[in-house]
């Protein structure tokens, strides 16, 4: 069975520092792996998504992910982060040779930004 | 409209009452996903459809909770009984295929009282 960690519940960070928020995942199988984004109030967004090819994901505003297959990792990354960031993060994962397969989430990581 | 809608976006229910949560996907989308989210936690899966077939429903948490989607477009999740602990948010999400982006509704929050 498939399962995501996100090992930090909650990030913060100064605004225009970078940050990273990590995950990890577990799987027998070659993954789709994904990161949702929702912001106060709001329902959850696709912030970026890992297919095939390139490991190195770019996404929306300014987010990228390096998928890890030897780590099962696919950290997020932000080089400088804005007051508007402030969200929380999932990461999420399914099965890439399933024709039925559900996508699991992580519990998240509520990044916050500080003036 | 564009987006998926959900209604109600708000519900109390009596514990022991049953609910009813609708769901309206992205025209043309072919998967539907139910999840429910807890205060603080990451959506938890319930059930995917493809089309009207109902192709998992392992995360469904007990027989009182029950998903359809007749005829590929609209989905109802029912849940009977209503208990404390159904208490969440449901959260429905429509993609055009299983890589595709997951577009997600706003939410039903089921307060059970």
């Known amino acids: 069975a498939q399962s995501v960690t996100q090992l930090d519940s909650q990030v913060p960070v100064f605004e225009e520092a970078p940050v990273e928020l990590r995950c990890n995942y577990s799987?027998?199988?070659?993954?789709?792996l994904f990161w949702y984004v929702q912001y106060p109030n709001q329902g959850l967004q696709l912030l970026l998504k890992y297919l095939s090819g390139s490991t190195l994901v770019k996404g929306i505003n300014g987010f990228e992910a390096e998928f890890n297959k030897s780590q099962t990792s696919f950290h997020l990354r932000k080089p400088s982060v804005h007051i508007s960031d402030t969200a929380e993060y999932f990461c999420a994962v399914s099965d890439r040779d399933s024709s039925a397969s559900k996508i699991i989430f992580g519990s998240g990581t509520r990044l916050s930004i500080r003036p | 409209g564009a987006g998926v809608s959900q209604s109600p976006r708000y519900k109390v229910a009596k514990r022991g009452q049953d609910v009813a949560l609708r769901c309206d996907p992205i025209?043309?989308?072919?998967?539907l996903f139910w999840y429910q989210q807890a205060l603080g936690q990451g959506p938890e899966f319930l059930t995917y459809f493809q089309n009207e077939a109902q192709l998992d429903k392992s995360g469904l948490p007990s027989d009182r909770f029950f998903a359809e989607r007749p005829e590929g477009s609209v989905s109802t999740l029912k849940i009977q009984r209503t208990q404390q602990e159904d208490s969440a948010v449901y959260l429905c999400?429509?993609?055009?295929?299983?890589?595709?982006?997951?577009?997600f509704g706003e939410g039903s929050r089921l307060t059970v009282l």
């Open positions: 799987s027998s199988v070659s993954v789709y």
């Open positions: 999400a429509s993609s055009l295929g299983r890589s595709g982006e997951l577009f």
């Open positions: 025209s043309g989308h072919v998967s």
